[in-house]
């Protein structure tokens, strides 16, 4: 891709949904959590994923 003069980047942001947390979870709260996710992947840096507060930069 840099022959093509650019570098794609990829981030993304990951929410968990189990039985343990279901109780009192409903769509919109998974979908907010992973937004959040995503953005602090943005505002930390290119290539990476956040889940559960932490992220995960990918080479």
């Known amino acids: 891709m840099n022959e093509l003069g650019f570098s794609p980047t990829f981030s993304a942001g ?7 947390k279901m109780a009192g979870m409903t ?7 992973a937004d959040e996710n995503l953005y602090a992947s943005k505002k930390a840096g290119k290539n990476r994923v956040t889940a559960f507060g932490s992220s995960q930069v990918f080479k």
């Open 27 to 33: 769509i919109d709260a998974i979908i907010a959590e």
């Open 14 to 20: 990951a929410a968990e949904f189990s039985t343990e």
